[in-house]
């Protein structure tokens, strides 16, 4: 029965690791996939983690069934990092959030929902965008169509062009929109900019689907929630996916959630009973532990402050890797200016290395990065960046 069967092409992201893994060479770097590394090259425990582990232990807790949505305790915890703690959003009972494994869990189980809701829909997302959000919105069954997004030129956003797209767009149409450190190109929305979106979804009856995988990377939580917050207060209904791989680094736990906003308490009620026939059929219910630590993170005072702090320092370190990176790359003799890499946000820079480039780097570096330029500057460190840049430049310089 497999006779046929063709071989399918690496992930563009996750097999990057798998070949980084088969290289040998003792200076490799792994640029590619979105991992924050601490100035060791090692994925940190985060010391807020590794207490409420600790005290999760020791309480050696029965491994029962979790409710299919997951335990109120998490969704709730969710909800105050999102809408903000006490927001109308989070007490007035209208808002769904299920726990999901990881950002691309809770995408997938919102497109699964979504083909049942408007199952002749088509999907946008931005040019370019995450590698993943194409494949995931097809597989659920929907065409998936480009919003322009990234001006290479200005390396920011062409606001003009994209808001004229979505002007054009038929109601009733998903759009998923990146809340904040967009991936790849770590160009972020202005405030002002986010209410002009907010405006059109109303306007054109579209479906807003936000993918928040980032919160805390750019300036931090509650700033970092202003798409969420824009359609929070605009009373339109919309869809988040939010991820705790990175903010919490628990990458492998799969912790992440999916948050609905409905008109109504009575009608949230009915969205919830139909997600949950969506999770059912498909993993029955999320699992126990990764949630359980971030939900004992969150509702302790004290390790909140813990992990907030920690967070901080994993943006700032990122920052100066920003920095840095530009400086040695000047020092390298690179006339290209380079000073876009500080403005852009989170944990990516989309480098405009090209394809060719990108393999150069590999072969004769060993340093990974994705094919269209985009590289993690969370997984520098101050004993490889020069190593980087001295091959960043000799690259560029041709
Ligand atoms: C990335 O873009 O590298 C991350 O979001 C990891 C992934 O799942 O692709």
Not at 6 to 24: H, Q, V
Not at 225 to 241: D, T, Y
Not at 266 to 294: C, D, F, M, W
Not at 307 to 336: C, F, N, P, S, Y
């Amino acid at each position: 029965i497999f006779a046929a069967v063709e071989m399918a092409p690496r992930d563009p992201i996750l097999g990057l690791n798998e070949a980084f893994a088969a290289d040998t060479r003792a200076e490799k770097v792994n640029l590619g996939v979105g991992v924050y590394y601490d100035d060791n090259g090692k994925i940190p425990l985060l010391a807020a983690v590794r207490a409420a582990e600790k005290a999760r232990l020791e309480a050696m807790p029965p491994r029962g069934y979790q409710p299919i949505e997951g335990p109120a305790a998490y969704n709730n915890a969710v909800q105050g990092l999102l809408f903000g703690k006490d927001s109308q959003l989070a007490t007035s009972g209208q808002t769904v959030t299920i726990e999901a494994l990881g950002g691309t869990g809770a995408l997938k189980v919102g497109a699964d929902y979504l083909k049942r809701l408007v199952p002749g829909a088509t999907v946008y997302i931005s040019d370019p965008s995450w590698e993943n959000h194409r494949a995931l919105f097809e597989s659920a069954g929907f065409p998936v169509e480009n919003y322009p997004y990234y001006d290479a030129a200005s390396r920011g956003v062409n606001f003009a062009a994209m808001k004229a797209k979505l002007d054009s767009l038929q109601p009733g149409s998903v759009i998923v929109l990146h809340a904040c450190c967009h991936n790849p190109t770590g160009a972020d929305l202005s405030d002002a900019q986010w209410d002009e979106v907010v405006a059109v979804c109303r306007e054109r009856g579209l479906i807003p689907f936000l993918d928040m995988a980032y919160q805390g990377f750019a300036e931090g939580i509650d700033a970092d929630a202003v798409a969420v917050r824009a359609l929070s207060s605009s009373g339109l209904q919309f869809f988040v996916s939010s991820s705790f791989s990175k903010s919490f680094s628990l990458y492998g736990e799969r912790v992440g959630a999916l948050s609905i906003v409905t008109a109504s308490k009575e009608e949230a009620g009915r969205v919830l009973s139909q997600v949950k026939r969506v999770i059912r059929t498909n993993y029955s219910n999320p699992p126990i532990h990764g949630g359980a630590i971030v939900a004992a993170v969150l509702s302790s005072p004290e390790l909140r402050q813990m992990w907030e702090d920690e967070l901080g320092g994993m943006r700032e370190r990122i920052r100066a890797m920003r920095t840095g990176l530009v400086d040695q790359l000047k020092a390298e003799g690179v006339a290209q200016d380079f000073s876009f890499v500080i403005k852009q946000r989170g944990m990516f820079s989309y480098t405009g290395l090209t394809a060719a480039q990108v393999e150069t780097l590999k072969a004769d570096f060993g340093i990974y990065a994705v094919s269209t330029g985009r590289i993690c500057l969370a997984a520098l460190n101050s004993k490889n960046i020069g190593y980087v840049a001295k091959a960043i430049a000799q690259v560029v310089k041709g």
